[in-house]
């Protein structure tokens, strides 16, 4: 999930990261909050950073010769039809139509660019990049001698933030993490209690059971929370399932390691078109409303392979390049090719897969 709206420019070529992915430190490129175990985050990076690179040799096999596929050739176009709006090919194309390789090398490019700024240590200075892991502590106030040390006691954060917002904005309440002094949120205000916009405004941004599972600042100071709620129902690790085949419902093979790159994704600031990464809706066809492309089902929906029978769910293919989960489920899913994934039939109402 993404909160803030502003863009980063960036431009960058080629793809490096020769480093050993076990050999990668997040405090390296975040600073950590102590409600994180270093460890768990060092493992959490190196799988993103393996799967990363294993959807950019995917992506680079269904750019060339697509004709009579193994199975892992076979396991990546299935990939490639959930989350890039790729029709079936017929058994005797050759190659994928000019439009859709066109799509999957500007998805292979954005992973690619991912994997860029992750090794250009000059760009992810922990400085600038913030990682929670829970945000128990945190809570609403408006009180501004509860985040700033030099407030007078008594005065509101309106009255002390005033006109030194951006943009003109007004601020009444913010969030507040009593255990965290050393950061600096508005420039020239001097150290401050960690504060951050009530985006998610009524409720704690994320340590309870009805909030989030994690969330991404993409201004300067960057933060991405990886929430409880994450670290309690996803998988930490899908490594040791890789080859694992048959029927999968792609719900219980969510995973941190994907989770992050949906995040990073939003912190990285992308702009493959003129859309930034964020989360696109789609009609959910059982609960007749708009919802986050998440999860298999979101990627699906967006790709339109429903627009048939649902011309709600009629979405410019182009629409998969801006949609966060689509990496992830992508990602998710050429990691294990051999699995025949499928969504979660009871939750969604739909009852597909390829």
Not at 98 to 119: A, G, H, I
Request: aromatic share 12%; proline share 7%; with cysteine.
């Amino acid at each position: 999930m993404r909160i803030s709206h502003f863009l980063l420019p960036i431009c960058l070529t080629g793809f490096a990261l020769g480093a050993n992915p076990s050999d990668l430190k997040m405090n390296d490129r975040f600073t950590i909050s102590p409600t994180c175990n270093g460890r768990d985050l060092d493992g959490l990076l190196a799988e993103s950073v393996v799967m990363i690179k294993n959807a950019i040799t995917a992506l680079t096999a269904l750019l060339g010769n697509i004709r009579a596929p193994n199975d892992e050739l076979q396991g990546w176009i299935r990939a490639a039809q959930a989350c890039w709006a790729i029709p079936k090919p017929e058994w005797y194309q050759q190659e994928l139509a000019p439009v859709d390789k066109n799509r999957l090398r500007m998805v292979r490019r954005n992973f690619e660019m991912l994997l860029d700024v992750l090794d250009d240590l000059d760009y992810t200075t922990p400085s600038d990049n913030f990682m929670y892991c829970h945000s128990t502590d945190l809570r609403l106030t408006n009180m501004a001698d509860e985040v700033f040390d030099d407030a007078p006691k008594g005065q509101s954060i309106k009255d002390y933030i005033g006109p030194r917002l951006p943009d003109g904005a007004s601020k009444e309440w913010v969030w507040v993490d009593p255990n965290n002094h050393h950061h600096r949120i508005l420039e020239g205000d001097g150290p401050s209690k960690l504060f951050f916009p009530d985006g998610y405004a009524g409720g704690q941004l994320c340590g309870s059971p009805s909030s989030m599972d994690a969330l991404t600042y993409y201004k300067i100071p960057k933060k991405i929370f990886l929430c409880p709620n994450a670290w309690a129902k996803f998988r930490p690790s899908n490594s040791q399932n890789r080859q694992d085949k048959g029927r999968k419902l792609y719900y219980e093979w969510q995973n941190m390691p994907g989770l992050l790159i949906h995040e990073l994704l939003h912190w990285l600031a992308l702009m493959p078109s003129e859309f930034h990464i964020g989360d696109r809706n789609v009609w959910h066809p059982k609960e007749d409303r708009l919802v986050a492309a998440y999860g298999y089902v979101g990627a699906f929906l967006l790709s339109g392979h429903r627009a048939r029978t649902d011309p709600r769910n009629n979405w410019p293919p182009d629409f998969t390049l801006t949609n966060a989960d689509s990496y992830n489920v992508f990602a998710t899913m050429a990691y294990s090719p051999l699995a025949l994934f499928a969504p979660d039939d009871t939750a969604s109402g739909l009852e597909f897969g390829f």
